[in-house]
């Protein structure tokens, strides 16, 4: 839960869930849907995926005692070399070393590493310290000190070199190269992309497409969503000719909305422009009303009518949510 995001942001998202499925057996006899809604804002939803997924495997496999070594941890669904170490450690106070976004740049600058920390030499050299620096004595405590030092003191800008209480034994420090370690990630280039996403009525309900595996947001629920990018908004060279831009588009946006769905639509309004982020893609998405007028939904997909009222059982995309509100709004009035 806590990747990418802050403890305070986390702590509601962490009772909540834990109300819910307070055990590994509730979790692991859970639906993804409702996981998945209790996740939905957290992003990352794979983690909520594979999350009760392992805990299938505990209760199925372990008789639902997590296993406590690192190897078998690792073969857990979502379980990486770092979880399985912050697990061994910190819940069965084993000697197991971690390397994430905190210890890595604290290692680096302790040792003075100026090569790149993700390369697999980088990896194998803060690997081994983070080994090698293990207490025999709770290392669970350890591990999570050196991580709280790298959050709090060590941190990415300004370190706070005065106040550190490993400063004796920081090769950075020593040198004056703490600006400059550990090396910056290289970021992809940022891409503008422009979507739609239809609200396709009809009788009261609103049409949901079931996000596949493979998709963006797998296993949430969102309304008609397709990319728009060949026919974003253009400049208008005159009135005339932007109104017959401004059909052309509506025909086209409904075209590309019956080969999403196997439904034909007549587009109502535009009733909301969202702007979010998605790893490297900045997207700005034109939501729309529609109405359904004839066809069947194709069965590629799961689909489902909702009422404005019963969006709240289901897990939606961020988009998918903001625009159920605006639905549900509207419906009120
Ligand atoms: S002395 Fe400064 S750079 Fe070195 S570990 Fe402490 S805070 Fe980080």
Not at 63 to 81: C, H, M, N, S, Y
Request: net charge positive; with cysteine.
């Amino acid at each position: 839960m806590l990747q990418q995001t802050t403890v305070v942001a986390v702590v509601p998202y962490f009772e909540r869930f834990l109300a819910r499925f307070p055990t590994v057996r509730d979790l692991a006899e859970s639906n993804e849907s409702d996981v998945l809604r209790l996740w939905e804002g957290l992003g990352y939803y794979s983690r909520a995926r594979n999350l009760r997924k392992a805990a299938e495997v505990v209760v199925r496999e372990y008789g639902g005692e997590f296993p406590a070594d690192v190897e078998t941890l690792q073969k857990l669904p979502g379980i990486g070399r770092y979880t399985a170490g912050a697990i061994a450690s910190f819940a069965f106070n084993l000697r197991a070393p971690i390397v994430e976004a905190n210890t890595l740049r604290l290692d680096c600058r302790l040792l003075g590493f100026d090569g790149d920390p993700r390369s697999k030499a980088g990896q194998q050299v803060l690997w081994s310290f983070a080994e090698a620096v293990l207490p025999k004595t709770q290392p669970g405590r350890f591990n999570q000190a050196l991580m709280e030092l790298g959050a709090t003191v060590c941190s990415p800008k300004n370190p706070n070199c005065e106040q550190c209480p490993v400063q004796a034994h920081c090769r950075a420090f020593a040198d004056g190269t703490q600006a400059s370690i550990p090396q910056p990630a290289t970021r992809p280039a940022i891409t503008e992309v422009v979507e739609a996403s239809i609200a396709v009525h009809q009788r009261g309900k609103y049409l949901l497409r079931r996000c596949p595996t493979g998709e963006r947001w797998a296993g949430l629920w969102d309304f008609v969503r397709f990319p728009l990018d060949e026919i974003a908004v253009t400049k208008q060279p005159s009135v005339a000719k932007a109104a017959s831009r401004e059909s052309h588009h509506h025909e086209r946006i409904a075209l590309l909305a019956r080969d999403r769905s196997g439904l034909s639509i007549t587009l109502g309004d535009l009733i909301a422009e969202l702007k979010h982020s998605v790893t490297r893609y900045r997207i700005t998405l034109k939501c729309f009303t529609a109405t359904a007028v004839s066809g069947e939904l194709l069965s590629t997909a799961e689909w489902l009518w909702v009422s404005p009222q019963d969006f709240d059982d289901y897990p939606l995309s961020v988009t998918g949510r903001k625009l159920a509100k605006l639905l549900a709004i509207r419906a009120a009035k």
